[in-house]
């Protein structure tokens, strides 16, 4: 049997595209997902970045839900400390009223920002520090025990919309497992704990209404192409995406100038974000993840697509899925 498949997609917006055209590539995406089987699509929220178009979670997924029928949709993540409880559980509970049983809520207590955005957002510094409670307070407006008195999520309230608990370090692998929470880790960005965060969730886990036994998603960038010449050439696009993004301060960079600033250092930095990627042929990014699943412990694989084009990840999504099919044949 498959492993389940997920996407995680940030809606890139491509050099010389718009967020018009980034966002129709997230509805083709998410319809080839659910053609080929996919488990879920996820959107991840940041904020003042030029190069990705997820900010506002909910309404993406809104748009997406009506253009696709089966495949779950949901944030990977909602930042919580940038948004009160009952905003969310409102948003959600709307999203699940309009889709039902597709909706799943990730949450994650990073800034997805920087301290100017920060401030932009309205958000305290010391947010992050009411995370668990925040959680534990969202949760009861779904399950409609609110916590605070008088206080409904409408709608929202006793939609049970499920939650998961997002991570790079072992803050959240304890939290999710107090909770009785699915976890999942973003080791397609911040690999180094995978391993030891992963171990602590599995043996400190304590079943929940929501869940009986752990579940643990990781995260895996994917290159897959017809050929390995192909796949390397994307990588290549996609190491310098990276860096301009990461080191380019908003500037529109040529490719030369991207490869320069790999030069000058970018390239340790983006090659360790990279760290768990299968690139390839279907048969060798196939072989890939099924190493990566042992590694990982793994009991789902959320995917983020690193084709440059859109083109590309489409035929990512396909290529992946049937090299999955044929190992589990």
Sequence with gaps: MR??????????????????????????????AEEHGYERVWYAEHHNMPSIASSATSVLIA?????????????????????????IAEQFGTLDAMYPGRIDLGLGRAPGSDQQTMYALRRDPSSSDTFPQ???????????????AGVHAVPGRGSRVPLYI???SMFGATLA????LPYAFASHFAP????????????????????????????????????????????????????????????????????????QGAAQHVDQMLTYAAVGTPAEVGEYLDGFVKRADADEL?????????????????????AMDSLSA
């Design 134 to 148: 925040d959680v534990l307070e969202l949760q009861a407006y779904l399950s409609g025990e609110t916590r605070v």
């Design 3 to 32: 492993i389940p498949l997920s996407v995680l997609d940030l809606a890139p917006i491509a050099r010389g595209e718009t967020a018009g055209s980034s966002i129709a590539a997230s509805v083709a995406l998410a319809q080839r």
């Design 177 to 180: 497992a107090a909770l009785g």
């Design 192 to 263: 180094q704990m995978l391993e030891p965060a992963v171990a602590a969730y599995r043996r400190e886990f304590r079943p929940s209404e929501q869940l009986d036994r752990p579940y643990v998603i990781a995260g895996v960038n994917v290159l897959a192409a017809d050929t390995a010449a192909e796949a390397q050439e994307q990588l290549q696009v996609s190491r310098r995406f990276r860096a301009i993004a990461l080191f380019g301060r908003g500037q529109a960079l040529t490719d030369d100038q991207a490869d320069q600033l790999l030069a």
């Design 166 to 168: 997002l991570g790079s």
């Design 63 to 87: 748009h997406v839900g009506a253009q696709t029928s089966t495949i779950r949709l949901g944030a990977g993540g909602v930042m919580l400390p940038n948004h009160s409880p009952l905003t």
């Design 302 to 322: 959320i995917v983020a697509h690193q084709a440059p084009s859109t083109e590309g990840r489409l035929r990512s999504v396909t290529l992946l899925a049937e």
